[in-house]
């Protein structure tokens, strides 16, 4: 045989013998890759995911596509993706409602959000606002406190069902007041935001970056927010802790995860996308300007959102039981 036949005959070999892992590292992503927001479409989960993975998408050289699995607070999408192929073209943007506190507000769920998923790494932490309904006879954080203690059981705060972050900033604040009143459950806070707007319900707290336009526009108000510093985008609204509610602090993080048993490859590529994404002046700008506490691209790795996740169980577990709360 002829030295470049030879040749060419030995590369055709090694290549047919190469593991799959190997071959997948230089192709991934050859398609579009599913993004499961697990919330309705228009709420804060959506957007900072929309904005995110538009950039990680040029990054990354494919589209990916948001697929909105709303319902049961985050549950079914978050268990649609732990259940997804493991091949890295199905990927969850999630916050640590779905994935630390509800694991005090159900008897049982059907994933395990340390074992069942890998992480990607973090995408924006969330302050939350307290915002009610513009005709809610309140100008106040204590006028709205007395209000919601004379109505109770008939005043109704809106969520986006059990675990959702709009649930634990309400349940949090509820059960610091010392108040029992109506939840109304939606599929999340973006259809919420719609019927808090035209008065169906009294209150919510959401993560700022859904109810800043909102508020600006003058159409709901604005009566605390829930850092133990006031926000730069509402510097007249007084913290929750410092009308009165003291210790209450509520901010949530949203992070990027996929099946346990994709390859680490398309891990560290959606990786590398996200940092790409974070490190763009033109989303960090928009987001900053939402009140997005965004990481710095360094900080987006893996392990540092796997202890985030940790963290959040070690801490809202043991405070939502210590608040009496029992799981459904
Ligand atoms: C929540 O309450 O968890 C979120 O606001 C849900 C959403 O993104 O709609």
Do not use: C
Not at 180 to 208: C, H, R, W
């Amino acid at each position: 045989m002829k030295r470049r036949n030879l040749l060419s005959t030995v590369a055709a070999a090694a290549l047919a013998a190469a593991p799959l892992g190997a071959m997948a590292q230089t192709a991934y992503p050859t398609k579009p890759i599913t993004v499961i927001v697990p919330f309705a479409a228009g709420g804060p989960t959506d957007a900072l995911a929309r904005v995110l993975t538009a950039r990680m998408g040029e990054a990354l050289g494919q589209t990916m596509i948001v697929e909105n699995v709303g319902g049961a607070g985050g549950t079914i999408g978050v268990n649609k993706a732990a259940k997804a192929t493991p091949d890295g073209y199905t990927i969850l943007f999630a916050h640590m409602g779905t994935l630390a506190v509800n694991i005090a507000l159900y008897k049982s769920l059907p994933y395990d959000s340390q074992k069942d998923f890998e992480p990607i790494g973090l995408g924006g932490t969330n302050p939350m606002v307290l915002v009610t309904k513009k005709g809610l006879p309140a100008k106040d954080f204590k006028e709205f406190e007395a209000y919601v203690k004379a109505n109770q059981k008939k005043a109704q705060y809106g969520m986006a069902g059990i675990g959702a972050a709009s649930h634990l900033g309400g349940l949090m604040l509820n059960s610091m007041m010392k108040v029992d009143v109506l939840e109304i459950p939606y599929k999340g806070t973006g259809p919420a935001l719609n019927d808090l707007v035209s008065g169906q319900f009294d209150y919510m707290v959401d993560q700022a970056v859904n109810v800043l336009p909102q508020i600006k526009a003058g159409t709901i108000k604005a009566l605390g927010v829930s850092t133990l510093k006031r926000l730069p985008q509402l510097p007249d609204v007084p913290t929750i802790d410092e009308s009165g509610i003291k210790g209450y602090e509520v901010t949530i993080w949203n992070g990027f995860f996929v099946a346990k048993g994709t390859p680490k490859d398309a891990i560290d590529k959606l990786n590398k996308a996200l940092v790409t994404a974070l490190g763009d002046e033109k989303v960090r700008a928009r987001l900053i300007d939402q009140a997005v506490d965004l990481p710095e691209p360094k900080d987006a790795t893996p392990e540092a959102l796997r202890a985030q996740l940790k963290a959040s169980i070690d801490k809202w577990v043991p405070t939502i039981k210590a608040a009496g709360v029992q799981p459904q």
